[in-house]
């Protein structure tokens, strides 16, 4: 294929981005994380694989807070039951 093709072709792709561009049917945005990884030249896999282990991390911790919260509740209960009878019929 010929250069001046080849040109061609590289402007229709970028004519065809900015058409999709401002369409509204496309929303959203890349993180800049993202672009400066492959920027570097790194597999932008790496940061999909970061990002779920950040989430599952978080889950983690929010799980133990929960459990946590619920063993508090578990033993607050008996104990405003016992010091506040008339709590029951507030619920």
Known sequence: ???????????????????????????GSVPLNLIEMIDQGKNPDDYARKLVSEV????????KKQLWMKHLKDSLDPLVALNFPDAASYE
């Open 56 to 63: 599952q991390n978080i889950q983690e911790k929010v799980a």
């Open 1 to 27: 294929m010929p250069l001046y093709e080849k040109i061609s072709d590289i402007i229709k792709s970028f004519q065809a981005l900015e058409n999709m561009s401002r369409s509204k049917e496309f929303t």
